[in-house]
């Protein structure tokens, strides 16, 4: 056998223990998690010099098994106060320095936090209420001041609860009786089988029972809507069992609904259910299904209660399905003048350029009389009072509707409002109110010079049409117009 | 022989060091990881089985901790375990904000590699929620890194709401970076009005440059660039007071003469609030001043913010105050501005009198009481929402026996006995006599005890109806309870109706009473059905007979029931009525085949039936 060439072996050998050297090398390699507890520290300090860099410092975060006052340092100083980044960021670090040392997170993080980025609070309190080597005492007098402080302390309640710490119960009494019986409520979702003793006023013994409901509502729905019947509070208990129940298993949630059919509660359950299906889907998606299962509920048509849940869905979505919904509903019957008065007031503060084309489209249906220019109310307090139904019957939209379409619109959008009540055709009625809106503090607060600007970006005719209407208003605008361009461009 | 190359060994030493060495290097490099296991079964399109164990629950964070090196198939498979992650966790304190981290890290990367097919995925996330957190992370990290191409996306988001605030996640994340090229840009941004999203812009612009953000905003050509300074002043002082509080210092001269405060209710949150009380407390001596000092900077608009930071009852009175000095000026309620202003004075009612139930119920009643007209009203309603929640039982009956002369005792004893009916409407049409309110608003609350509790519990209105023979409960509250006792006790139900209903109403509710009986005991009702005597009310019963055996569908039962029908429907009094029946009666018979023989043999059949038949 002839011996092989140099060359050959060479390559031969490169190749071969090139292949060992890469098998050593992977296997050596330091994993993620261990150049990034190296890295942590460096990172977050290199983070210092301006804006933080969000994805790195997540990442860094995962990798770190403590963190503690230098991050939250320093990410004070790589991010804006209040901002979201920190707010997720800083709970974050707050939950793990909470598992490694809760009373230093308590004693040193929670009042930076309070100054910095208060959001995290409540996540942070529960975090360090789950670890049983802090007095409960301490974390109490921790608990910032209202409003916040109700929502913290039910945050650490829930987790004092699953612990089953019965002393914080003693000490809820020092909380006002609003964040005390929220206190007491999220103690007993956290430990829905224990019954305390202390508890001897009425009133937490009502929290502390629909704490426990509120905690079946997620293992056992349909024991929970069954037993919360009688229940004050049976909407937040359907809420809750819908939420669990929608993403579980939506057929048999909706069936169970209408076991309750003829039961008041029905419009209750319907509007958690629409809430529930809504944040698993888009329901403007799947409007002939919705319309379906709400008539087999509500066969004489949705009630209020339903409607109110269902039109800002459909709204946020496509303003148009809210209208296909509406126009759904049969013509000339209560319910469709109850859901037109509600689907406005939403519009109205959602989108009020299409709220003023609904309204348009109301006084144009076939019989229906224009009362723009009445108002049947004596005051807010009273339109309020009347509800939907009863707005309707009085005479809809009225004066009052129109105004508060008018306020929200010229704080919404000045120039899209202004635009649409310079139109030629538009009475002179509906310009002037208008312009009162657009001058109104509660309005636009428009000065009289701005006014005037924007005037005199209008072609000619118009402001002669529109002269007389801003004189009544506020003394004219001749003499008043500055030079330059006024119009909003969009 | 052959002669030996001297240089042959060190060059094969050579070669075995240059392998080797390359080779280690390449391993270090490019080999894959140990840990990274998660990462090679999901590139392999493998999704793994929900987490149960507070161990694997990790998983989604340690996986994060690797996307840097994910391409677009393991971004997927990481973005389909959040979802399982996000839906397991629902309701959980940092739920929310956990997948938001984990979008935003996920998408960071995902931007990085291809905007538009992470776009597709955000968009394709079944869980609707989640999708649209997802979206808004998304258009947040492309902001930062190319703007212009996220602005141009914007059009294809489907939803309304979504695309709004994702044009607010552009503005807000591409600021930092280039303010003045954003402000640019906004004009080519949909979904929102230019003003809401210079605002928006302004905020963030403050945070770098508030004096240079102020100056450029209010020159710039907007139809109110005073509203959109002050609305982005204000949300910045919602985020961040000590940082406005800070810069008002050193900047004196800039600070006064800034537009006054538009605070949004939207930008503020018990968070937030509490934030700005304390930061006014600490740079401006004292909360008293702090609020002085809002007060000052605010425009009318928002001053619900204002109640929420003060103490309730001593910011009641200053505000009330304010507002009755000002009467003469005030426009009047019948112009528009003037409903705007009242409107607003309602808010801000309504906002102190919560705020002060909150704290202390009892105090919050006698203060609200004391007020006259659509004030007090308002206040004793919102008082009687917030107390009747936090102390279930023992508001009631304080409630109850608060002075029904004011506005707002009528107002808050009504919100409480409507509250009674939906939990016990018996209890509650008890409860209305002794209240003395105003027979209008008694009169609505008893017809909705009465419907309510036809539902909740029937027998009791019965009963509730025996013994109070005067009242009319009105007429679906009474059919409803009816038919919901007649799934139980139809006898009783029956029996109620001969001994109280009024002769015209009783061949309404026998019928209906017959319609629920007739589901569950056919053969019962059928015999009740017999024993009527011929007239209206036997008539309406068997008509209700006809039309549910008409709508059977099943072969076999329509067979046995449809000639039992027949029979029953030629002993109809109504001779219309009865012919009507007949036919109905009659097509389906022919429809579901079933032989006509029987029926057109029977001996009540007249001719003049038979050709109504044809």
Redesign the interface.
Same mark, same amino acid.
């Given at each position: 056998m002839s011996p092989q060439p140099g060359p050959v072996v060479n390559l031969l050998l490169i190749a071969l223990l090139g292949l060992v050297g890469y098998l050593v090398g992977s296997l050596t390699k330091p994993t993620e998690r261990g150049r990034q507890s190296i890295s942590v520290q460096k990172s977050i300090v290199s983070a210092t010099s301006g804006a933080g860099d969000f994805g790195a410092d997540t990442r860094r975060f995962a990798a770190a098994a403590t963190l503690g006052l230098a991050e939250l340092e320093a990410l004070f100083l790589a991010y804006g106060a209040g901002s979201r980044d920190l707010a997720l960021l800083a709970a974050e670090v707050m939950e793990k320095w909470a598992v490694a040392d809760a009373l230093a997170a308590l004693r040193d993080g929670v009042p930076r936090c309070a100054a910095r980025v208060p959001e995290v609070l409540p996540r942070s309190f529960a975090a360090i209420a789950k670890q049983k080597q802090v007095p409960a005492a301490v974390v109490f007098k921790s608990f910032p001041i209202p409003p916040l402080r109700g929502e913290c302390a039910a945050a650490a309640a829930f987790a004092w609860g699953a612990g089953e710490n019965e002393e914080v119960l003693a000490m809820a009494r020092e909380l006002s009786r609003q964040d005390r019986t929220r206190f007491v409520r999220e103690w007993h979702r956290g430990a829905p089988e224990t019954s305390s003793p202390v508890l001897v006023d009425v009133d937490d013994r009502a929290a502390a029972s629909l704490g426990r409901l509120l905690a079946l509502a997620s293992k056992d729905p349909a024991s929970a809507l069954r037993s919360g019947r009688a229940h004050d509070e049976f909407a937040e208990i359907a809420a809750a069992a819908f939420t669990a129940w929608v993403p579980r298993d939506s057929p048999a949630a909706w069936k169970a609904a209408e076991a309750f059919t003829s039961h008041a509660r029905l419009a209750s359950m319907t509007a958690a259910l629409v809430r529930a299906e809504s944040r698993r889907r888009a329901l403007s998606d799947v409007l002939p299904e919705v319309q379906t299962l709400i008539s087999r509920l509500h066969p004489e048509g949705p009630p209020e209660e339903v409607l109110v849940a269902l039109f800002p869905i459909l709204a946020s979505e496509r303003t148009q399905q809210a209208l296909k919904y509406l126009n759904s509903l049969p013509r000339g019957t209560p319910v469709r003048g109850a859901a037109s008065v509600i689907l406005f007031d939403i519009l109205s503060a959602t989108d009020p350029a299409a709220a003023w084309r609904f309204s348009e489209g109301l006084v144009e249906e076939d019989g229906a009389k224009d009362h723009r220019a009445l108002n049947p109310w004596l005051g807010p307090e009273a339109q309020r009072a009347a509800g939907a139904a009863k707005r309707w019957e009085a005479g809809f939209p009225c004066a009052a509707d129109v105004a508060s379409l008018l306020g929200n619109w010229m704080r919404h959008d000045p120039a899209e409002a202004l635009a649409e009540f310079v139109r030629p055709g538009v009475s002179e009625a509906f310009q002037s109110a208008a312009i009162e809106a657009a001058v109104s503090p509660y309005g636009g607060a428009f000065s009289a010079e701005m006014l005037a600007k924007w005037m005199s970006t209008l072609p000619p005719s118009t402001q002669v049409n529109l002269e007389p209407v801003v004189t009544k208003l506020i003394g004219g605008t001749r003499g008043k117009t500055p030079q330059g361009p006024g119009s909003e461009k969009r | 022989m052959?002669q030996k190359?001297p240089t /042959?060994l060190p =060059?094969?030493i050579l070669?075995? =060091? =240059?392998?080797?060495?390359?080779?280690?290097?390449?391993?270090?490099?490019y080999?894959?990881?140990?840990?990274?296991i998660d990462e090679v079964k999901t590139k392999r399109g493998t999704v793994r089985s929900l987490p149960e164990t507070a161990g694997q629950v990790e998983s989604v964070?340690?996986r994060?901790?690797?996307?840097?090196?994910m391409d677009r198939d393991a971004l997927a498979g990481l973005l389909a375990d959040v979802q399982k992650e996000y839906?397991r966790d629902?309701?959980m304190?940092?739920t929310e904000?956990r997948a938001?981290?984990h979008l935003?890290?996920i998408y960071?990367?995902w931007a990085d590699l291809d905007a538009l097919g992470a776009l597709k995925a955000a968009l394709a996330i079944?869980?609707?929620?989640l999708s649209r957190k997802a979206v808004l992370a998304l258009f947040g990290?492309w902001a930062k890194r190319d703007p212009s191409g996220a602005v141009q996306s914007l059009a294809t988001l489907?939803?309304?709401?979504t695309q709004g605030e994702a044009s607010r996640v552009i503005v807000r994340a591409g600021a930092?970076r280039d303010p003045v090229a954003m402000l640019a840009l906004i004009?080519k941004i949909s979904g929102n009005?230019?003003?809401?999203l210079m605002a928006a812009l302004g905020a963030e612009w403050m945070?770098l440059n508030a004096s240079h953000a102020l100056r450029r905003l209010l020159a710039e050509?907007?139809?109110?660039p005073?509203?959109v300074a002050g609305q982005a002043m204000a949300e910045w002082l919602?985020?961040?007071p000590?940082?406005v509080l800070s810069w008002r210092r050193g900047n004196q001269a800039v600070a006064e003469a800034s537009p006054p405060l538009?605070l949004r209710p939207e930008v503020l949150?018990?968070?937030?609030?509490?934030?700005m009380?304390?930061?006014m407390a600490e740079y401006l001596g004292s909360p008293e001043a702090g609020l002085e000092w809002l007060q000052k900077s605010m425009?009318?608009?928002g001053r619900e913010a204002i109640a929420?930071l003060a103490a309730p009852a001593d910011y009641a009175k200053i505000y009330l105050k304010e507002w009755q000095s000002g009467a003469e000026k005030r426009p009047p309620?019948?112009? =528009?501005?003037g409903?705007?202003?009242?409107?607003?004075h309602?808010d801000v009612m309504g906002s102190i009198s919560s705020?002060f139930?909150?704290?202390?119920?009892a105090a919050a009643l006698a203060w609200s009481v004391a007020l006259p007209g659509?004030e007090g009203?308002?206040a004793g309603k919102a008082v009687a929402v917030?107390?009747?929640?936090? /102390?279930?039982?023992? /508001?009631p009956e304080k409630l109850y026996s608060v002075d029904l002369s004011s506005p707002a005792g009528r107002a808050a004893a009504g919100v409480a006995v409507s509250?009674l009916i939906?939990?016990?409407?018996a209890k509650a049409l008890e409860m209305l006599p002794r209240l003395k309110l105003d027979p209008a608003l008694s009169q609505s609350i008893q017809t909705r005890a009465l419907?309510?509790l036809?539902? /909740?519990d029937p027998s009791r209105l019965l009963e509730w109806m025996a013994a109070h023979p005067e009242i009319k409960p009105p007429g679906e509250a009474v059919t409803?309870a009816l038919?919901?006792m007649a799934s139980e006790n139809p006898g009783r139900a029956l029996e109620h109706v001969r001994s109280h209903s009024a002769p015209e109403e009783l061949p309404k509710e026998s019928a209906a009473i017959l319609s629920v009986w007739l589901t569950w005991d056919r053969a019962g009702a059928i015999v009740f059905l017999s024993t009527l005597p011929d007239g209206p009310q036997r008539d309406a019963c068997t008509a209700v007979l006809t039309a549910a055996d008409v709508a059977m569908t099943d072969p076999y039962f329509a067979a046995n029931v449809l000639p039992e029908s027949f029979e029953a429907a030629l002993r109809m009094s109504d001779k219309a009525e009865r012919q009507a029946a007949l036919r109905n009666v009659f097509d389906r018979i022919k429809q579901m085949k079933v032989s006509d023989r029987s029926v057109l043999a029977l001996p009540g059949l007249t001719a003049e039936d038979r050709a109504a038949l044809n």
């Open positions: - | 052959q190359d /042959a =060059l094969r070669c075995a =060091l =240059l392998g080797l060495t390359f080779g280690f290097a390449g391993g270090r490099i080999g894959p990881e140990n840990l990274l964070s340690q994060i901790q690797s996307v840097l090196r839906e629902a309701g304190t940092g904000d938001d981290l935003r890290t960071g990367r079944k869980n609707h929620a990290e489907p939803y309304v709401s930092p004009p009005p230019r003003s809401l945070r050509p907007v139809m109110n005073v509203l919602a985020e961040d000590r940082g538009v949150n018990p968070a937030r609030l509490t934030s009380a304390a930061a425009a009318p608009v929420a309620l019948s112009s =528009l501005s409903w705007l202003e009242r409107q607003r309602m705020r139930a909150a704290e202390d119920p659509d009203a308002a917030v107390w009747l929640s936090d /102390a279930p039982v023992s /508001a509250r939906r939990s016990d409407p419907a309510q036809s539902g /909740a409803a038919k919901a």
